[in-house]
């Protein structure tokens, strides 16, 4: 449920707001992104294809953490290391055929130290084969949007036909840490161990070095090759928002660092999301079909959030309900309508999905015997 409404955010909002004046001084391509509505505060040549070095792994990771989702994957499993994954060169842990990890052991060497090695041990857990996760990979790019990528590979050393864009890196990132935000828990470590099966420990540092120096950063990817040249997609949090900004051919990873800090500090300060209502507000009570309980109360599944101005001023804002019936059985984090909010000069400024405040189970044979009992005895029409 919660991935169809981020994907309707991705399709209905991903749409420029502001291109500002030129900030970032050394990227060839870059993005700065609200993560709730898909809001674009700034872009640089964000459709142009470049190579996109190790923010590949962002889709790896989406992969992953959606097997883990979908309950095929579990964090405990066991990943015995293939030959391929062992050969693989770049940044990797060293990891050795036959050698046996956990899941989760191995989404820390791939979020922390950008591991090649694992990522293809992971690729290969989820789909079978590295091909066959590749593919995945693709179709999913797809899925939520991405118009300028393809994949060959689920680490990003370079290879011929492999590329993405900064727009598309944006939808990728943003779709990870709105569907998944427990990655955060991993991309936003600075150092930590790799506990090795002969007992021995691998020392990890995270080659994302804002998530140490820049107190909100905590995620997610960098990237480096002699094509890509230094690429990072970052992810930072404050006041209520979440930003994902995008750097790609940049000539040195303090420039990498800079180009990045100065779109976090730009977005920051010049904008805000107000939340308007909260998520779980109730807005109505509607009749049950069928159900247990003849009447239910509805409530918004999400907040309802406006992008603004640093300056705006608060506006005032209506509710307009849209759905239909409402047949049990019914359960909460069903969609069951939209609410559009509307502000004082008219404009729609967002629309959330609706869902039922509690659980309601369809009616027996006995309680529609009960209903109709006490409907006689109060002299009402019998319900049939």
């Not at 909002?13 to 870059?30: H, K, P, Q, Y």
């Not at 690729?123 to 949007?145: D, H, P, Q, R, Y």
């Not at 470590?189 to 140490?212: A, F, M, Q």
């Not at 107000?274 to 049950?288: A, F, G, L, P, Q």
Request: with cysteine.
């Amino acid at each position: 449920m919660k991935k169809l409404i981020i994907l309707f955010s991705f399709f209905f909002l991903f749409t420029s707001v502001v291109l500002g004046e030129e900030i970032t001084s050394f990227s060839e391509s870059a993005i700065l992104v609200e993560t709730s509505t898909g809001k674009v505060i700034y872009e640089k040549d964000a459709d142009i294809k470049r190579a996109p070095a190790s923010m590949t792994k962002i889709m790896s990771m989406i992969l992953i953490m959606e097997s883990i989702s979908n309950g095929n994957l579990k964090l405990d499993d066991n990943v015995v290391i293939s030959e391929n994954a062992a050969s693989m060169g770049g940044s990797q842990v060293y990891l050795n055929t036959g050698e046996v990890y956990k899941v989760k052991e191995l989404i820390k060497s791939i979020a922390i130290a950008s591991a090649n090695d694992a990522v293809v041990a992971m690729s290969e857990k989820v789909a079978g084969t590295e091909e066959k996760f590749v593919s995945l990979m693709n179709e999913k790019c797809a899925s939520i949007g991405c118009t300028n990528t393809n994949f060959v590979n689920p680490h990003g050393l370079d290879s011929e036909n492999h590329y993405s864009s900064a727009r598309d890196m944006a939808l990728m990132g943003t779709y990870l840490v709105n569907n998944y935000p427990e990655i955060l828990e991993y991309t936003s470590i600075y150092e930590d161990y790799l506990e090795r099966p002969d007992g021995s420990n691998t020392w990890l540092v995270n080659t994302n070095k804002l998530v140490r120096f820049y107190e909100d950063v905590d995620g997610l990817k960098t990237g480096f090759t002699s094509t890509a040249g230094y690429c990072l997609t970052a992810t930072a949090k404050k006041n209520n928002m979440r930003l994902v900004s995008v750097v790609m051919g940049v000539d040195s990873p303090d420039n990498r660092t800079s180009d990045t800090v100065k779109l976090f500090n730009y977005g920051f300060n010049s904008y805000k999301l107000s939340v308007i209502y909260e998520k779980n507000k109730i807005i109505d009570e509607v009749r049950v079909e069928k159900g247990k309980k003849e009447s239910v109360k509805i409530m918004l599944l999400q907040d309802a959030t406006e992008f603004l101005n640093i300056n705006d001023k608060n506006k005032t804002y209506t509710i307009n309900v849209s759905m239909g019936k409402v047949v049990a059985p019914v359960k909460v984090g069903d969609i069951v309508g939209e609410a559009e909010i509307i502000d004082n000069e008219s404009n729609i400024v967002t629309t959330v999905p609706i869902t039922v405040s509690e659980n309601v189970l369809k009616a027996s044979l006995w309680d529609y015997f009960k209903r109709n009992l006490n409907i006689s005895l109060s002299g009402k029409n019998i319900i049939v």
